[in-house]
């Protein structure tokens, strides 16, 4: 077990950089009150002025059809466009994102905020080796909230929250700038409901959990504020990406980096999750729609279309070859 004061002894004065959650992580702070953090602009109230998870009625198309002279910022866009989505019905009940799944040991014991990031980017065609965002991206400090605290190398590394990794996330957009249509949007209190609104569009989101699935061991005398949202530091934290869900079953879908790709009871992670205080984030893709992945509503007038049409008499039969994916 490591305490607070051997961390804070090993990033004041060895300068151990980064953090994250391994299968026995610890406390690693045993001072107590609030601490305050520097500012960032990545929080998504900060862009909006609202809570993530207040719906939007009107499209940011709608927004600037009606108000041509409202000029929105890339960030606002991307925080906006998300919120919209939550205005949406939950229209499929299982969607699953074809996401491999990667592990954080041995490189990385603590790195699960890392892995969790590299997968999402990967989504979108970054091509990220398991370490390359803990080796030369993540945004490390003194802060768990919008830093890393620690080192996601070594077993003693502590862990940050959504404001570390969307800055992480813009740290390596502004280096990569060929993937720069990559937007995080922090969805801090966000409804677990809402989250799968998201997935069943072809986003994948980054969420905060437990170890084991089991309920946050909270320090209630260590915690950060920052944006007027309290974050606690519970010794069990994980962060992991959800990448599917079905209504059915009962089960969310998880890339989780210790234990493997996992159906986890849905329920029960969504009380967990909100237990903690309802912490994810998101990449948003600004070149890629949120538009459904599979549309009943569609699915149904192809096949009506397909069932009423009838074949030319003059219609020769099409071969199998010529029916078959080119390459």
């Known amino acids: 077990m490591k305490k607070l004061a051997s961390i804070l002894l090993a990033v004041w004065v060895l300068g151990m950089l980064c953090a994250g959650c391994s299968a026995d992580r610890e406390t690693f702070r045993e001072d107590s009150g609030s601490v305050s953090s520097a500012d960032t602009a990545a ?90 965002i803990a080796d030369q991206y993540l945004i490390c400090g003194n802060s768990f909230v919008t830093s890393f605290a620690g080192d996601p190398h070594e077993w003693d590394g502590a862990g940050t929250y959504p404001p570390g990794l969307i800055l992480t996330t813009r740290n390596y957009t502004e280096q990569n700038p060929e993937h720069a249509q990559l937007e995080p949007v922090d969805l801090t209190g966000t409804s677990f409901h809402n989250l799968l609104k998201l997935i069943e569009r072809g986003c994948p989101v980054i969420v905060w959990g437990t170890l084991r699935m089991e309920h946050p061991k909270i320090d209630e005398e260590i915690f950060e504020e920052y944006n007027g949202i309290r974050y606690p530091w519970y010794e069990n934290e994980h962060c992991m990406l959800i990448i599917g869900y079905d209504l059915k079953q009962g089960t969310v879908t998880v890339n989780d980096s210790i234990y493997g790709q996992l159906d986890r009871d849905l329920e029960l992670f969504a009380e967990i999750y909100e237990e903690i205080g309802s912490f994810s984030m998101v990449v948003y893709n600004r070149s890629k729609p949120l538009t459904l992945l599979n549309d009943p509503a569609q699915q149904t007038s192809q096949s009506q279309s397909s069932t009423t049409s009838q074949p030319s008499q003059t219609s020769k039969p099409q071969s199998s070859r010529s029916q078959s994916p080119a390459g």
């Open 43 to 132: 929080d998504a109230e900060k862009m909006t002025g609202t809570s993530v998870d207040d719906e939007v009625s009107e499209s940011p198309a709608d927004v600037s059809s009606k108000t041509p002279e409202v000029s929105l910022s890339e960030e606002e866009l991307a925080a906006r466009t998300v919120k919209y989505i939550f205005s949406q019905p939950l229209v499929n009940s299982s969607t699953t994102l074809p996401i491999d799944w990667i592990s954080q040991y041995p490189e990385l014991p603590t790195g699960c905020e890392s892995i969790a990031l590299t997968s999402a980017l990967n989504y979108w065609g970054c091509q990220l080796g398991v370490t390359d």
